[in-house]
C-alpha cells in the first residue's frame, strides 16, 4: 500500500518565523511529489517536484526533493497570519494508471 | 471558465439512504478522484477512475461507489453501507500524465442525521 507521511501533524509559530514541513512517501512507481495548501476548503496547488536537488521557489515558499531518501520538505520563511493552513503532501505514482497519494496534512498556526 | 464543479455544497442524508455526490469537470483531464477528508485529517482516497467505464478501489472504497460513463463526470454514491458517511467529500482531477497537478473541486460536506 502505498503511503505519506508528513510531519509534524501541527506546528503553532509567530510570526515572522521561518518552518519547514517534511514529507516521506513509500510507493509503487513514483512519478511527482505535490504540495497543497489548504485553508478552508478546495486545496490550491503550491509545487511540483519530480527531479531530486532542484528546489522549486515562490516568494517566501520553497521545496525540494530527495529521490534517494524518499522525501521532501516545503519551508516558509518570514511566515506571516496569512500562512495559517493545512498544507498537504501527495505523491503520484504508477504508469498509466496514475493514483494520487496524499498524506495526513500539517496544520500550521502563525501567531500575530 | 474551466473547472472542476461539485454538488451539492451541503448534503443531510437520513440513515440507510444513498445519496450520490456530483462531480463534473470541463478541463478534459483524463483522470478523476474521489477523497474523503474527516476533521483534521489528511485527504484518504477512495475511487480513481484514468478512463471512461474504468476506475480503481483507493484505500478507503467500502460503502461507496461511483460510475464513469462520461469523461466530463465522476459521480460518487454513498450507501447506507457506510458506517460512519459524516465528511467532507473532495473531488480532483488531472492529465493522467504523471507530471501535472490534479484540480480540486469546492467539496461537499455530507452529515448524517
Known amino acids: 500500500e502505498d503511503k505519506v507521511v508528513q510531519s509534524p501533524l501541527s506546528l503553532v509559530v509567530h510570526e515572522g518565523d521561518t518552518v519547514t514541513l517534511n514529507c516521506s512517501y513509500e510507493?509503487?512507481?513514483?512519478?511527482?511529489l505535490l504540495w497543497y495548501k489548504q485553508e478552508k476548503k478546495a486545496p490550491t496547488f503550491l509545487f511540483m517536484l519530480?527531479?531530486?536537488?532542484i528546489e522549486k521557489k515562490s516568494g517566501r515558499l520553497s521545496s525540494i526533493l530527495d529521490k534517494k531518501e524518499l522525501f521532501s520538505i516545503l519551508n516558509i520563511t518570514a511566515t506571516q497570519t496569512g500562512d495559517s493552513a493545512v498544507y498537504l503532501c501527495?505523491?503520484?505514482?504508477?504508469?498509466?494508471?496514475?493514483?494520487?497519494?496524499f498524506g495526513t496534512g500539517t496544520r500550521l498556526t502563525i501567531i500575530p | 471558465d474551466g473547472g472542476i464543479t461539485q454538488s451539492p455544497k451541503y448534503l443531510f442524508r437520513k440513515e440507510g439512504q444513498n445519496v450520490t455526490l456530483s462531480c463534473e469537470q470541463n478541463l478534459n483531464h483524463d483522470a478523476m478522484y474521489w477523497y474523503r477528508q474527516d476533521p483534521g485529517q489528511g485527504l484518504r482516497l477512495i475511487y480513481y477512475?484514468?478512463?471512461?467505464?474504468?476506475?480503481q478501489k483507493g484505500d478507503i472504497a467500502e460503502g461507496y461507489s461511483v460510475s464513469r460513463e462520461k469523461k466530463e463526470s465522476f459521480p460518487l454514491t454513498v450507501t447506507s453501507a457506510q458506517k460512519n458517511p459524516t465528511a467532507f467529500y473532495l473531488c480532483?482531477?488531472?492529465?493522467?500524465?504523471?507530471?501535472?497537478?490534479?484540480?480540486f473541486g469546492q467539496g461537499t460536506r455530507l452529515t448524517v442525521v
Open positions: 510507493v509503487t512507481n513514483f512519478r511527482s
Open positions: 501527495a505523491v503520484v505514482s504508477n504508469f498509466g494508471n496514475e493514483k494520487l497519494t
Open positions: 477512475s484514468q478512463i471512461v467505464n474504468d476506475f
Open positions: 480532483a482531477s488531472s492529465l493522467n500524465r504523471g507530471y501535472t497537478e490534479a484540480f
Open positions: 519530480t527531479s531530486s536537488g
